[in-house]
């Protein structure tokens, strides 16, 4: 089946330090990734999507970056988190077929 | 003015009430998706339309493309049903979603 798996499930980081979330799909190939983040109160807004390994397309100017070292896999990363990039972020795989998107469980991250 | 709108922002309701959520958009569409978040944060995505109507289980989602308005439908509402509703166009050609503001659900027993 198709599944995807996402960590930690939350996080509390300081100003500064580094970040690395990781997304991992399983029961798929070639899969079109999105990383999204809500901020507080907020509407989800895309921060990443690749269509293929090493392929990252950018939407919004930020502190946070994304690569994709294999098909199923898709890492955000930060090297200095700042009070801004606390938010839910969430992984997400599109399907063809009648249900759209597949979300991860989410990452809480909180920057202290 | 949002790309996509969404009404109602709130909609509370008795146990077993049909509910109706409304999305309408500005913007040229291959897709048009519904979302449903629940309190914890986790999203599920209901649907994916590009015309017509779909149907699972007790929800409902129609489009018209004409009019660029879709609806989502709940019938015999439940408790569990209770969460936030978001809607999204996604243009032609372009991997980037365009969401509602949400409209949050609360269904009392």
């Known amino acids: 089946s198709q599944t995807i798996h996402q960590w930690p499930a939350t996080l509390v980081q300081p100003v500064g330090s580094p970040l690395s979330l990781e997304c991992t799909v399983e029961g798929t190939s070639n899969p079109n990734l999105y990383w999204y983040r809500q901020a507080a109160g907020r509407g989800l807004q895309l921060l990443f999507y690749?269509?293929?390994?090493?392929?990252i397309s950018s939407e919004v100017p930020q502190n946070l970056s994304a690569s994709r070292p294999q098909d199923r896999q898709f890492i955000l990363s930060s090297k200095k988190l700042l009070l801004s990039d606390s938010g839910f972020y969430l992984c997400a795989w599109l399907s063809r077929g009648n249900y759209g998107y597949t979300f991860g469980s989410g990452t809480r991250l909180t920057v202290v | 003015k949002n790309e996509v709108e969404q009404s109602p922002q709130n909609l509370t309701a008795q146990e077993g009430e049909f509910i109706t959520i409304n999305c309408s958009y500005s913007v040229g569409i291959s897709a048009l998706h519904w979302l449903q978040q629940h309190p914890g944060g986790g999203i599920v995505s209901l649907f994916m339309l590009s015309s017509g109507k779909k149907k699972h289980g007790r929800l409902i989602a129609t489009i018209n493309i004409q009019e660029k308005h879709s609806s989502l439908h709940i019938t015999a509402s439940h408790p569990r049903d209770s969460a936030v509703y978001i809607c999204a166009a996604r243009p032609p050609g372009n991997e980037k979603l365009t969401f509602g503001t949400g409209t949050r659900l609360t269904i009392i027993p």
């Open positions: 690749s269509v293929g390994i090493g392929q």
